[in-house]
C-alpha cells in the first residue's frame, strides 16, 4: 500500500476548476471506498483583521462560506482601524471551511471573530472542538491577548500562527513567546494566509499537536 499522499501530492483535478480556479473538491477525490473518516472541529482565531476570512479562504477545499460586510460607519466606531491594511469588511458571524488532511482526517474550520462583542458566540464555536489555530499579526501582538485568554477560558489547546505581513520585519520567536506568554510546548509557524500551502503548513503543525496531546 502506498503511504497516504502529502499536501502537495493531492490528486490533481483537470477540467474540474471552478470559473475563479478554485478546485471543485469532493470526497471522492480524497477518500478510498470503505475508509473511516474523523471529522476534526478546529477553530481560527484572531482579533479583527488578522487574516482569518483569509486563511480559510486560501485553504477550503470547498467555496468557504463567509458573513463578510462592508462595515458601516457604526462598526468603524468600534472596530479598531488604525494600522489596517485597506479593509472594507467585517466578518459579522464567522467564516466556515472544509480541509482533508489524509485519508482518516478531514479538518471543519471555523474562524471565530475576535471582537469582544461577539464572545457569547464563542460557546457554542468552543463546544466539541479539538483545538484552535490562533492567528497574530506579530505588529498587534496587544490585541491577541483577549483571544489567547479565551481560548484558554474553554480550555483549548491551540498553535500560534503568525500572519507574515509584507514589509514588516519578523520578529523572533522567543521574544514573540515573552510577549504572549505562551508555554513550552504551544506551536508557533509563520504563515501568510493568503497562500494555501502555508495555510496548510499552520493547520498540520496544530492538528499533529493536537492529536499528540490526544494521545
Ligand atoms: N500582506 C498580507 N495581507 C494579508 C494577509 N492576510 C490577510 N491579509 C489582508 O489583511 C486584511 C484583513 O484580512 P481578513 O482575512 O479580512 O481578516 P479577518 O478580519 O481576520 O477575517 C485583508 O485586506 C487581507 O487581504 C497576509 O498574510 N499578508
Ligand atoms: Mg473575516
Redesign the pocket.
Known amino acids: 500500500m502506498a503511504s497516504e499522499p502529502s499536501l502537495d501530492e493531492r490528486p490533481s483535478l483537470s477540467g474540474r476548476q471552478s470559473l475563479d480556479g478554485r478546485q471543485n473538491l469532493g470526497e471522492r477525490d480524497y477518500v478510498s471506498a470503505g475508509a473511516t473518516q474523523t471529522a476534526v472541529k478546529i477553530l481560527v482565531v ?10 480559510i ?1 486560501s485553504i477550503s477545499e470547498i467555496e468557504p462560506l463567509s458573513t ?1 460586510e462592508t462595515m458601516t460607519r457604526a462598526a468603524e466606531a468600534i472596530d479598531d482601524l488604525k494600522g ?4 472594507t ?3 459579522v458571524a464567522m ?1 466556515f471551511g472544509r480541509l482533508t488532511i489524509s485519508e482518516r482526517v478531514v479538518l471543519y474550520l471555523f ?1 471565530t ?2 471582537q469582544m462583542r461577539f464572545v457569547q458566540m464563542w460557546e457554542d464555536m468552543a463546544r466539541g472542538a479539538l483545538g484552535a489555530l490562533v ?1 497574530v499579526d506579530p505588529e498587534r501582538l496587544a490585541d491577541s491577548f483577549a483571544v489567547i485568554d479565551l481560548i484558554e477560558q474553554y480550555g483549548l489547546d491551540y498553535a500560534i500562527a503568525v ?4 514589509g514588516n520585519p519578523e520578529r523572533a520567536e522567543a521574544s514573540l513567546r515573552e510577549a504572549l506568554d505562551l508555554l513550552d510546548d504551544t506551536p508557533v509557524v509563520t ?5 494555501e500551502k502555508s495555510s496548510a503548513a499552520a493547520l498540520t503543525t496544530l492538528v499533529s499537536y493536537l492529536l499528540a496531546r490526544a494521545g
Not at 504563515?191 to 497562500?195: I, L, P, T
Open positions: 484572531g482579533h479583527f483583521a488578522v487574516g482569518k476570512t483569509t486563511f479562504g463578510e489596517v491594511r485597506g479593509k469588511t467585517t466578518t467564516d474562524g471573530p475576535g492567528l500572519n507574515h505581513f509584507d504563515c501568510d494566509a493568503r497562500d
